[in-house]
């Protein structure tokens, strides 16, 4: 969904503009009264199972409960990128067709690095510190890539630069807490990352190539455990993968969906009768036209503005403005190519108006959002493109607060 950027016909970016679109529907701000939010769910699982110094459940958490229950062994599958704008792709009586449960909202921002690391910590994006895809340590002077765990411009491993995971985190994570036996089961190329052993908490980790291969393993898992209680965590990028490439509506995307759904379908049939299979997403996706596509670099006008490149997301990107240039960064991001499809929003507005999440920012986070956020007010994408790099080849995108990346849905087997 969008709206005009500029909607006071003065050609300027205000920042006053995302509240109206919020109120207005074009933009869905992820705290909605009548969907639950994707952390109601978390905090939900994790209190099942006995985490520790979770807060007070919210209304979503009541209503999730209701769809989930106390089961003996929760089996969780995270499918990046399938939100419920690709229901198209849903078959007929397939389990994600009678498994629905409800609509509910993704964080912001709606992209996998914030959502992995609430879903580790069951806390807001707020809380967390994590921006994007690229966030910026400004106590380090680097931006970095928090997932692949690497410093954006030499690309170099943080770990060789005396970072640990807990130092871009700095809240524990909970499945750590949790007195139900927990595996966690991530597809191969990312089951050695820090990121992947430091959000597990030190709990098993299991690869998997194959659909096939994944259900023998949680099954082997649930029987292995002697009858105690069971958190099984599962995550799949494939969908994200192919929506990034190719666009979420293309064929690639629904032949990948419905080998998940029945996948889905098998493993709720072969469970144990005291087990539920939780299924979710992260995010969906907008599809991006290439005219909406801009690409700045180090040269760029409007980068004499600004302490460090633009972080975030392409779709969300974070501006450290240099103190005292805030009003001209602003007009010239008003008159850049960006400007007719990007709203500015301060920072502390953002947090005033709780798209982060409705806690205060930690101080991590306070640094690491700057001065602006850019706010698309369609698909459009503004890409950072570092020394010796290309630029982002990608049909589909996310980040956002558009309706196509906001909305995901919650499935659960009977």
Not at 128 to 151: A, K, M, Q, R, S
Not at 380 to 396: E, H, I, M, T
Request: hydrophobic fraction near 40%; charged fraction near 20%.
């Amino acid at each position: 969904m969008s709206a005009p950027a500029n909607a006071s016909g003065d050609g300027r970016s205000r920042s006053s503009e995302p509240s109206a679109l919020l109120e207005s529907g074009a933009l869905l701000h992820p705290l909605s009264p009548h969907h639950p939010s994707y952390i109601d769910l978390i905090r939900y699982l994790y209190r099942i199972s006995g985490a520790a110094d979770l807060p007070a459940p919210r209304d979503g958490e009541h209503r999730i409960a209701g769809f989930v229950g106390v089961p003996r062994h929760i089996v969780f599958v995270l499918v990046d990128g399938m939100g419920l704008n690709t229901g198209d792709h849903f078959p007929r009586g397939g389990f994600l067709d009678h498994g629905f449960a409800c609509e509910m909202r993704a964080l912001f921002p709606s992209t996998t690095a914030a959502v992995l690391t609430s879903t580790a910590t069951g806390l807001w994006p707020a809380e967390n510190g994590i921006t994007g895809w690229w966030t910026c340590l400004p106590e380090y002077d680097w931006v970095v890539l928090p997932l692949p765990f690497v410093e954006r411009e030499s690309e170099e491993p943080l770990s060789q630069l005396g970072i640990e995971y807990g130092d871009l985190v700095a809240h524990p994570p909970l499945l750590e807490s949790l007195d139900r036996e927990a595996c966690s089961f991530v597809p191969t190329h990312i089951a050695g990352g820090v990121f992947t052993a430091w959000a597990r908490g030190g709990r098993p980790i299991a690869d998997f190539g194959a659909l096939g291969e994944l259900g023998r393993k949680v099954h082997d898992f649930i029987h292995s455990t002697a009858g105690r209680p069971t958190f099984s965590n599962i995550y799949m990028s494939v969908v994200d993968t192919l929506s990034h490439k190719h666009g979420y509506k293309a064929r690639e995307v629904g032949e990948a969906i419905r080998r998940i759904d029945r996948f889905l379908d098998r493993l709720a049939g072969e469970l144990p009768s005291d087990a539920r299979l939780v299924v979710t997403a992260d995010h969906g996706q907008v599809v991006v036209d290439d005219r909406r596509h801009t690409t700045i670099d180090r040269n760029s006008e409007l980068m004499r503005y600004l302490e460090y490149p633009p972080s975030g997301e392409a779709t969300v990107p974070v501006f450290h403005v240099k103190s005292g240039l805030e009003d001209e960064f602003a007009d010239a991001f008003a008159a850049s190519e960006a400007g007719s499809s990007f709203t500015l929003l301060e920072s502390e507005r953002a947090g005033a108006l709780e798209l982060f999440g409705p806690t205060p920012f930690s101080d991590a986070m306070r640094r690491r959002l700057g001065t602006y956020i850019g706010i698309a007010t369609e698909a459009a994408l503004l890409d950072y493109v570092a020394a010796g790099r290309q630029q982002l080849s990608v049909r589909g995108a996310h980040g956002g607060l558009r309706a196509d990346e906001m909305r995901i849905g919650l499935f659960v087997s009977s």
